[in-house]
């Protein structure tokens, strides 16, 4: 239904645009900014490969069926290509929300969080946000509480409209990879094309003990199943023999139901070791990336992704997430760097701290091994948080881009703000950045508002 505004909300709403239309061009205009000495070395490796839109290719993708998965007609061009022209893409922006309950406002059982989760999703939707992602999490109050993604996405499915929903990540591990694949098939069927697959290994042992699955195995059980679960989406019938599998589908059986996005939803693996980021890009896969690492850290990782994408074959180079890098950062907007400061410090070091203290400071960059600057706000906000005015962040997210070749930020941020701090950041980012960032690509949103 057309949203109807008066002329005072309308006028408020041009002022606006001019805003961001005003800080574009003077983004445009500046001087280039002072970048390390990787960005050169990070720009050679980007300018080789074309980074396709998703949201371009999909409809072409849906419409076209793989040979190897019962598709007729003519295999779908490869993503990616080493000679391709480079092509310069709007970076996309999704929020990263793990369910972790803030405890003097969510008291145990801490049931209150998935509301406040929930009101936050369907924000972002209104807002213009391309994204949201979910994160599993088993049997501690100390993070995320989600024991089932798949049953959160069904869920959002029928509460917003527009916004891609995403798991990130899924335990694969803890997993059958068959049901994986039937799930992420129907969350899309649900969403009408809107299901994103984020896999990952897991990082913490007491989901894996409490589940009775061997910690130490998680990654070569992850390699087993990643297997069968691209064996499922391309040939939808599956005959395994191995070490932590064992499937033997009839001929005459298929596996159901097939997704809207064809072969399968964009798939991207959460990543931050040298060989785990090899096998996202092998493996025809985007990238994910933690919160922590700064930005000569996540464009070492990225470049390491570049230079196994060439080994990815077809079909599973036709992935629609392949060659895009989302980078996960903590994310704050305020009127001014001061404001912005004042509101984030206390709950973000706290936050952090928490971290490096529970040993799962892995996968937030391994801040334990970084010393005193790691916890010290004004060091983390010089290549690793975004936190600032606008102004400010859109000068660091061009920085991160242009320094890494991320193709996508995924805000992040601890439940410690309180839920108006938080949803004005949101707001603003969606008002005052994004409009900026993605050019012309879309109208600049109403404050949902």
Avoid at 50 to 70: M, N, V, W
Avoid at 228 to 240: M, S
Wanted: aromatic content about 8%.
């Amino acid at each position: 239904m057309p949203e109807h505004r008066s002329d005072g909300q309308q006028n408020g709403r041009n002022g606006r645009q001019l805003t961001a239309a005003s800080r574009q061009r003077r983004w445009r205009d500046s001087a280039s900014l002072e970048l390390p000495a990787i960005a050169a070395e990070t720009s050679a490796i980007t300018s080789a490969l074309a980074i396709q839109d998703s949201r371009s290719l999909r409809s072409a993708t849906c419409q076209t069926r793989a040979s190897s998965g019962g598709f007729a007609g003519a295999r779908p061009p490869a993503l990616y290509s080493p000679d391709a022209l480079p092509q310069e893409a709007p970076m996309k922006f999704g929020v990263l929300f793990t369910s972790h309950p803030d405890h003097k406002t969510e008291p145990h059982p801490h049931r209150a969080v998935h509301a406040r989760v929930t009101r936050e999703v369907m924000l972002c939707d209104r807002l213009g946000y391309d994204h949201c992602w979910i994160a599993e999490h088993h049997f501690s109050n100390q993070y995320g509480i989600l024991p089932d993604p798949f049953a959160y996405l069904a869920y959002l499915a029928a509460k917003t409209r527009r916004i891609q929903l995403g798991a990130a990540v899924m335990i694969l591990p803890l997993h059958n990879p068959l049901r994986v694949a039937e799930n992420a098939a129907f969350i899309d069927i649900l969403s009408n094309g809107r299901m994103q697959l984020g896999l990952g290994s897991g990082y913490r042992p007491y989901e894996f003990e409490g589940l009775g699955i061997d910690f130490e195995a998680r990654l070569d059980i992850q390699e087993e199943g990643i297997g069968i679960l691209l064996d499922a989406f391309h040939k939808h019938r599956v005959r395994h023999d191995g070490r932590f599998f064992k499937h033997h589908m009839r001929p005459e059986d298929e596996i159901f139901p097939y997704p809207v996005q064809m072969p399968h939803p964009p798939i991207y693996l959460g990543a931050g070791t040298e060989r785990s980021i090899a096998q996202a890009a092998k493996r025809g896969f985007g990238l994910m990336l933690s919160t922590l690492g700064d930005f000569q850290t996540v464009a070492g990782q990225i470049a390491i992704y570049r230079r196994h994408m060439k080994e990815a074959p077809a079909p599973l180079n036709q992935n629609t997430a392949f060659g895009h890098v989302d980078v996960a950062r903590w994310v704050y907007v305020a009127k001014t760097d001061a404001q912005a400061k004042a509101d984030s410090a206390e709950g973000l070091i706290r936050h952090i701290s928490h971290f490096a203290g529970t040993g799962t400071a892995g996968y937030l960059g391994r801040v334990s091994e970084k010393g005193g600057d790691a916890l010290d706000y004004d060091k983390l906000s010089e290549a690793t948080i975004l936190h600032g005015s606008p102004d400010t962040v859109i000068q660091k997210i061009q920085m991160l881009k242009r320094v890494t070749g991320a193709t996508s930020v995924l805000l992040h941020y601890p439940p410690y703000y309180g839920n108006d701090k938080a949803q004005a950041s949101l707001r603003l980012f969606a008002r005052e950045v994004m409009p900026v960032l993605h050019g012309e690509e879309r109208p600049l949103v109403a404050a949902a508002e």
